[in-house]
């Protein structure tokens, strides 16, 4: 404890003495402080929009599953609807504006929901086909399907909320300053157009 005081007791006594050297190491201080905050605002600019890309990748991962999954369903389906040939070819079709639309997530945001709405419309017509409802293929991909649509409801929740956080801190004081500097700017967030689109695929029975 002595020797802390009498260190502290010398450091105020070089201050007194060598005023010009304060003053420098005062204004150097200053100096490192602000490159300090500038650094660590730009890394947490950069730590959400990476969480960003994460989330959006985990959207479409999520995508990619469904949409290899609806092939094997169509054909499970097909021998048991076959007075139903509309409706499956509408989620053929579907299927086939997602493959060609490209993009990210968001960028096919309205194939998505379009092929949503087809698949609705199939599980919904299901219902009348007790012999379908009873097939083992069938029952499994309807649980990988409902296990798929709600993984894709909630990477969209965590996408959302990364969104928003990104950006607040891009409009908020004063980091607006360093998302100007360093050109950081708002992300799109995932909405739906209708209340149709709000409801998540049903494939339970």
């Known amino acids: ?9 010398v450091l ?28 660590l605002l730009y890394n947490g600019f950069i730590t959400l929009r990476n969480r960003v890309k994460e989330a959006l990748s985990d ?8 949409y290899e999954l609806i092939p094997n369903l169509v054909e499970t389906v097909k021998g048991y609807m076959r007075h139903e040939e509309k ?18 997530p968001i960028e096919r945001e ?3 929901n379009a092929l949503s709405n087809t698949l609705k419309t199939l599980f919904a017509v299901a219902e009348g086909y ?29 996408y959302n909320t990364t969104v ?17 500097i360093f050109n ?8 739906v157009s209708s209340a149709q689109e709000r409801e998540v695929v049903q494939v339970k029975f």
């Open 164 to 180: 928003r956080d990104l950006n607040i801190k891009i409009h908020s004081f004063p980091s607006n300053f360093i998302a100007s």
């Open 184 to 191: 950081f700017h708002e992300e799109k967030f995932f909405e």
């Open 1 to 9: 404890m002595n020797t802390i005081f009498l260190v502290i007791l």
């Open 87 to 104: 409706v499956l070819t509408g989620v053929t079709e579907a299927r086939s504006r997602v493959a060609s639309s490209g993009g990210t």
């Open 12 to 39: 105020l006594l070089a201050s007194g003495l060598f005023d010009v050297i304060t003053w420098k190491f005062n204004v150097i201080a200053i100096v490192a402080a602000f490159v300090v905050w500038i650094i």
């Open 110 to 112: 309205g194939a998505e």
């Open 59 to 66: 959207i479409d991962v999520q995508l990619k599953r469904r």
């Open 130 to 158: 007790p012999d379908l409802k009873a097939n083992a293929n069938f029952l499994d991909l309807q649980r990988e399907l409902a296990d798929t649509e709600n993984k894709i409801q909630a990477s969209r929740r965590f």
